[in-house]
């Protein structure tokens, strides 16, 4: 598991993940739960349409606006990377 | 050196909101809402009275440099994503070329290397042009005074599902563009041309994907990279790359794998015009001019990937 980033709001940060891990559930209809040391591509087979689908609902459901442009895909290999990302880069929509 | 002489690019000042296009591409509200938030296309121009060749002729009518030079134009070039668009007999490009006193030139179409046939087209209307050159007084090759030209036609009708919408990826829009191309021109010449045509892409079959989408920016990037070696230049010496208009969030990945900043890519006419096939480059020329973003001297690369029956991608560098 990748190491959450310093300055992150450990309380939002659980909350994505929370919330992350909830939606992959059912975005992949997979039979065992998610969890935040799986691996994205590899693990989940989580494709870059489906990324992105995921980042919509977080925004929805979260009331958050995530900085997308600043995405490196190539960097985040597991839902903690990808959390922790989210967490340290969003505003309040 | 092959040279653009002059562009022109019809756009059709009616868009319709990527939303207004869901029901009948048969998108779901999410795939609707993903286009608009990441992709950055939010609207796409659509010309619904036009025909294939109204759309090519309201681009030449926009290229002044045209008006009595017709007689120099040998080659007409049309560069196409579909390889087929029209019924037999019909033939917009030879109805366009009587239409525009061009009956005279050799007119044919560049197609099956999808929205990158675009350079193509302007590197083999380059190259046919320098093969008929004759060699002046000096023995340097030239055409003369009444230099020949040739018209490079891009752009097509959304006239099925598949020239409207490509699987997540992109939404396309109508319009047209219209270049004038020399061999010997002395603006924006062509430095360099590099393409990689990649057949095992072939979306018919769809085994090969979710390779396509891992591979699709570093092989863009190779030619990029390969263009540049070419010109004998380096990333850091182009002024702007005129991108493909897929959508936002490819250059935006494509600017952090090649450490490029995205303010130098002209991403401006991807939210409101969408995909325009093999026009997009020339349109993005254009607002390059128009918004100073290019000065005399000044090299540019531009960048297209045609995907569908295999994957071409293609990098050209210029110098303004």
């Known amino acids: ?93 | 050196m092959t040279a653009l002489e002059a562009v022109s690019v019809y756009l059709p000042p009616d868009r319709m909101p990527v939303e207004s296009l869901a029901g009948p591409l048969g998108l779901t509200e999410m795939q609707a809402r993903l286009f608009r938030r990441f992709h950055g296309l939010k609207e796409v121009g659509r010309d619904p009275g036009a025909s294939l060749a109204d759309l090519l002729m309201k681009a030449a009518a926009g290229l002044d440099a045209l008006r009595g030079q017709e007689h120099r134009v040998r080659y007409v070039l049309h560069a196409r994503a579909m390889p087929v668009v029209v019924p037999y007999p019909v033939n917009p490009l030879h109805e366009v070329c009587r239409a525009l006193g061009l009956g005279h030139a050799l007119a044919f179409t560049v197609t099956h290397q999808s929205c990158a046939s675009g350079l193509l087209a302007i590197d083999l209307a380059g190259r046919l042009l320098a093969a008929d050159a004759v060699p002046g007084p000096d023995g340097a090759e030239r055409n003369g005074p009444a230099e020949p030209l040739a018209l490079v036609f891009g752009g097509e009708k959304t006239f099925t599902r598949e020239a409207q919408v490509f699987a997540d990826t992109t939404i396309f829009g109508e319009g047209a563009s219209a270049c004038l191309v020399s061999a010997f021109g002395g603006r924006d010449r062509m430095l360099s041309f590099a393409s990689s045509v990649r057949g095992e892409f072939d979306s018919a079959t769809g085994e090969n994907d979710a390779r396509l989408q891992r591979e699709y920016r570093p092989s863009l990037a190779e030619v990029m990279r390969r263009a540049l070696d070419e010109a004998g230049l380096a990333l850091d010496d182009i002024a702007v790359v005129l991108p493909h208009n897929v959508n936002l969030r490819t250059w935006q990945r494509m600017c952090a794998l090649l450490e490029f900043p995205l303010d130098r890519v002209v991403v401006d006419n991807i939210g409101i015009s969408g995909h325009v096939f093999c026009a997009d480059m020339f349109a993005n020329y254009r607002t390059a001019c128009e918004r100073g973003l290019l000065r005399p001297g000044d090299r540019y690369l531009a960048a297209a990937v045609g995907a569908g029956g295999g994957a071409t991608f293609a990098a050209m560098v210029f110098e303004h």
């Open chain 1, 1 to 93: 598991m990748a190491a959450p980033e310093t300055g992150l709001d450990p309380a939002f940060r659980q909350q994505v993940v929370d919330t992350m891990t909830t939606v992959l559930d059912r975005l992949l209809d997979r039979a065992e739960p998610v969890s935040e040391d799986m691996r994205l591509m590899e693990e989940l087979g989580l494709s870059s349409t489906l990324g992105l689908e995921l980042m919509l609902e977080l925004e929805d459901q979260l009331e958050i606006l995530i900085d997308v442009e600043l995405m490196d895909q190539d960097q985040m290999r597991t839902v903690g990377d990808l959390a922790s990302f989210v967490a340290g880069h969003s505003r309040p929509a």
